[in-house]
Each structure stands twice: as C-alpha cells, then as structure tokens.
C-alpha cells in the first residue's frame, strides 16, 4: 500500500548512545516532516524538508539533525540520546495538490526509549 | 500562550450521541483548517479539511470554522464506539507548508 513507512518501529537506547530514524514515502510527494508526540504536549515540529535538497528547523531541533536523502527518503538523526527524547516520532509527507488538499499522510510511527 | 488550544479530555459518551469538539487559535492568518484522527498506536490519519470560514460535511461529521472568532469545531452524529480515538485539529497559513497542531481530545464512545 502507498504511503509513509518508518523504521525501526521500537527502540530503546543508553544515553549518550547515537540511532538514525529512517522514513520512506512512495506518494511522490515533495514535503516531508518529522515531528514528536509527547502526552500533554501534542505534536511538535522537529525539522522539515519544503522540497528534495532542502531542509529547516522546527519547534524543537535541538539535539536533532536530519538528511533529505532523495525524495523519498528523510531520515532524522539523535547524535547523543538523551533521556527528554523519549517519545513517539512519526514521519510525515505532504503534496498541495490542484484541489487544495493539504493534508499530511503520516507513518506509524517509531518509539524510543532513552534509558 | 500556544498558538492552538484544544482540550485534552478525555470525553466519554454513549454510543449515538453527538459529539462535538473544539480548538480555539490566536494567529488570524490561518486559513487552512484540519482535523485528524488517531487510534491508540498508530498515526494520525486526516479527517477533514477546510479552507477558510464554513461548514464542511461528510457523512456523520461536519467541521465548522468561525474565523471571526477563531474558533473551529468537529461534529460527530451518530457517534460509534469505532469512533473512540484521539482528535487533533490542525491549522496553516495562506502559502504555508507546516501545519499546527492542537494537543489533541481523547475520545471515548461507549456501548
């Protein structure tokens, strides 16, 4: 089925310990969006790529780095996990269609846990 | 004060009721309204989509926006112990590409 695929779907890391995030998305579409979910705290934008080649800073990057692989592919980066970066990460990508539709297709998401 | 305010909840109603939930936004450049849906575990899917002020209907659910009062509403009819899950609503300006999110209502419909 079409749509956003992240890996791993778990994960639980020592601090100070490094992991990559990977999404995939076969929608050919140009925008993609990590963000984190949190209780309370709703989702928050960590970084986004408008379009193959570029990528910006969100709500809460640090400690976060992110490479816009191809167009398919944004991977996002814990260079030393720290236990606050326990949380649920989804993966999001975007196109504006003619019709205006400007809705997200999200992945399932991945869960980490910093230990 | 965060840009979109939405009620965490949780909600819990009988199976048939109306439900009716609600975000409340600060930023007047919005145009762009959304709500999703999100089961326990797993991600949130779109819902509904409006542009600007209005009702918007599909099926059991219909979105309004109020932008004089920066208000917006999902309305569920109807409502089946399928549609327990939780509600985000979700906002964009004109030209944008990054969507706001509210924190989400925690719905539950019981039998």
């Known amino acids: 089925n079409a749509g956003v695929t992240q890996t791993p779907k778990f994960q639980v890391l020592k601090t100070g310990q490094s992991m990559t995030l990977q999404c995939a998305q076969d929608m050919n579409h140009n925008s993609m969006y990590w963000y984190r979910q949190d209780p309370g705290m709703g989702l928050r934008l960590i970084y986004y790529?408008?379009?193959?080649?570029?990528?910006d800073k969100g709500e809460v990057p640090n400690g976060y780095n992110v490479s816009r692989l191809n167009k398919r592919e944004f991977s996002l980066r814990l260079e030393s996990a720290a236990p606050s970066q326990t949380s649920v990460y989804f993966c999001?990508?975007?196109?504006?269609?003619?019709?205006?539709?400007?809705?997200?297709?999200f992945g399932s998401g991945t869960r980490l846990t910093v230990v | 004060q965060k840009e979109v305010e939405q009620d965490p909840g949780p909600l819990s109603v009988p199976e048939g009721a109306i439900v009716s939930l609600n975000c409340t936004y600060s930023n007047s450049a919005f145009q762009y309204f959304m709500w999703y849906r999100q089961y326990s575990r797993k991600g949130p899917e779109l819902l509904m989509y409006t542009y600007s002020s209005g009702n918007k209907e599909d099926g059991r659910f219909t979105a309004q926006v109020d932008k004089s009062s920066k208000y917006i509403s999902l309305f569920i009819r109807d409502s089946q112990p399928s549609d327990s899950a939780t509600y985000l609503c979700?906002?964009?300006?004109?030209?944008?590409?990054?969507?706001?999110f509210g924190t989400g209502t925690q719905l539950k419909v019981e039998l």
């Open positions: 979700a906002m964009m300006t004109g030209g944008g590409n990054k969507l706001t």
């Open positions: 790529s408008a379009s193959e080649g570029t990528t």
């Open positions: 999001a990508s975007s196109e504006i269609y003619r019709t205006g539709d400007y809705g997200y297709t």
